[in-house]
Each structure stands twice: as C-alpha cells, then as structure tokens.
T-cell receptor
C-alpha cells in the first residue's frame, strides 16, 4: 500500500514567522509531488508542484524535495493569518492518480 | 465561470435512497476523479476515469458506481445510500499525464448527508 504521511498538527506559528510543513512517502518510484491548501469546507487548491530534487520557490512558498530520503516539505515565509488552513501533500501514483496525505492543519496567530 | 462544477452542492437524503452526484468540466481534460473526504481520514479515491471508455476503481469503490457520459461529464451514484456515506465529495480533473502525474483541479464539493 503506497502511503503519504503528514503530521496532522495543528502547527501553530506567529504571524511573520516561517511555517515548515513536512511529508514523507513510501513509493520510491514516485516522480511528481504536489502541495494543496484547503480551507475548512472548501475544495483543495494547488499551491505548487515539484518534480526534481532541490528547492522550488514561488513567492512566499518554497517546496523542497529529497527523493533519496523520500521527503518533501513546504516552507511558508512571512506567514499570515490568511495562511491558516490544512495543507495536503500529494504524490503521483504509478497509475497516473495522486495519493494524498491526511493533511497538516496550520494556524497562524496574529 | 468555474472550470469544474458539481451538482448538487448540498444534499440530504434517507437511508436506502439512490442518489447521483454530477460533475462537469470545461478544462478539456481527459482524466476525471471522484473522492470523498471525512474528518481525520483525508481524501480517499472512489473511482477514476482516464477517458470516456476507461473506468477504474479506487480504494473505496464499494457501494458506489460511476458513469462517464462524455469527456466533460462524470457522475457518481450511490445505489442505496447508508449513513456512513455521509461525507464531503469532490470531483477533480487532470490533463493526460505521461510519466509524471499531472496536477488535479478540484470542483467545489458536494456535502452529502444520509439520515
């Protein structure tokens, strides 16, 4: 069974701090990795994807991928209260679908 | 207009009733998916379809069936609804992938309550 693991949280950070969200996956053959944000009762929305080892930056967000360690993370710089949401890590499956973690709930305190 | 739409957005039904949830997309994507989300359990894949003639079971297909009426339409049916099918249901779409799975785009969700 291919798995994607995330700490459920809640992760609480003060406004302006860096929030670090982590994800591990079991399928060493996985090639695509995604971070989604989901507000309560709303649908998941894509933040960013990463395919290659290393860092990928998009505004205040940085995704980091380490395939050898089967680890992907999301850093949110200058965290804002509006960043408070559940963050879902998803990994590309061998059948072309995505396997989602259960999500980490982030709370940014003003 | 939204690229992925779901109807109805909210539905309350009774045990034993047949219910259909519908999904339409204007993104031109070949691939469509149905998920359910329960508190603490994350998103779980029910069925997925890579084109009109291709239907595949996900991890929790029991009690559900689907129909891919056209490239743009993918319906989920509960033949005889039961209370533990109460959940938030999402439809998603993605473009045809190669070796790398493509980004999935989600509809707004249908909140289903089975009494």
């Amino acid at each position: 069974q291919k798995e994607v693991e995330q700490n459920s949280g809640p992760l609480s950070v003060p406004e302006g701090a860096i929030a670090s969200l982590n994800c591990t996956y079991s399928d060493r053959g996985s090639q695509s990795f995604f971070w989604y944000r989901q507000y309560s009762g709303k649908s998941p929305e894509l933040i960013m994807f990463i395919y290659s080892n290393g860092d990928k930056e998009d505004g205040r967000f940085t995704a980091q991928l380490n395939k050898a360690s089967q680890y992907v993370s999301l850093l949110i710089r200058d965290s804002q209260p509006s960043d408070s949401a559940t963050y879902l890590c998803a990994v590309g499956g061998s059948q072309g679908n995505l396997i989602f973690g259960k999500g980490t709930k982030l709370s940014v305190k003003p | 207009d939204a690229d992925v739409t779901q109807t109805p957005r909210n539905r309350i039904t009774k045990t034993g009733k047949r219910i259909m949830l519908e999904c339409s997309q204007t993104k031109g994507h070949d691939r469509m998916y149905w998920y359910r989300q329960d508190p603490g359990l994350g998103l779980r894949l029910i069925y997925y379809s890579f084109d009109v003639k291709d239907i595949n079971k996900g991890e929790i297909s029991d009690g559900y069936s689907v129909s891919r009426q056209a490239q743009a339409k993918f319906s989920l049916s509960l033949e005889s609804a039961i209370p533990n099918q109460t959940a938030l249901y999402f439809c998603a779409t993605s473009a045809t992938g190669g070796a790398i799975s493509d980004t999935q785009y989600f509809g707004p969700g249908t909140r289903l309550t089975v009494l």
